[in-house]
Nanobody, 119 residues
Framework: QELLVESGGGLVQAGGSLRLSCTSP????????????MGWYRQAPGKQRELVAL???????NYGDFVKGRFTISRDKANFPVNLQMNDLTSEDTAIYYC?????????WGQGTQVTVSS
């Protein structure tokens, strides 16, 4: 069973919005490890995976430079879901978006969800 499952990706026109969500089915993650931080990365074709947004247990948020106020990361008090609200999308935001969790025992990744922005 997967620890992390992303949803919310899809095809959207430039200027549009999407909301990504990452859950842990059945709360399985909490039985496996302890969350230290959560976030989202993305990888476009031919490019390295890059940070989109991170949120620490204390609530501090970090965003990639390209975000420029367009995206907002949030999480439930129970850790999951961790959401990424993306507004004013451009074709350069086209990528596979991965949920990421930093746990006490290591780093965890979801399978990814495709976001495609048409210009």
């Amino acid at each position: 069973q997967e620890l992390l499952v992303e949803s919310g990706g899809g095809l959207v026109q430039a200027g549009g919005s999407l909301r990504l969500s990452c859950t842990s089915p059945g709360g399985i993650f909490s039985r496996y490890d302890v969350v230290y931080g959560m976030g989202w990365y993305r990888q476009a074709p031919g490019k390295q995976r890059e940070l989109v947004a991170l949120i620490a247990n204390g609530g501090a948020r970090n965003y990639g430079d390209f975000v420029k106020g367009r995206f907002t990361i949030s999480r439930d008090k129970a850790n999951f879901p961790v959401n990424l609200q993306m507004n004013d999308l451009t074709s350069e935001d086209t990528a596979i978006y991965y949920c990421y969790v930093r746990g006490r025992r290591g780093d965890y990744w979801g399978q990814g969800t495709q976001v495609t922005v048409s210009s």
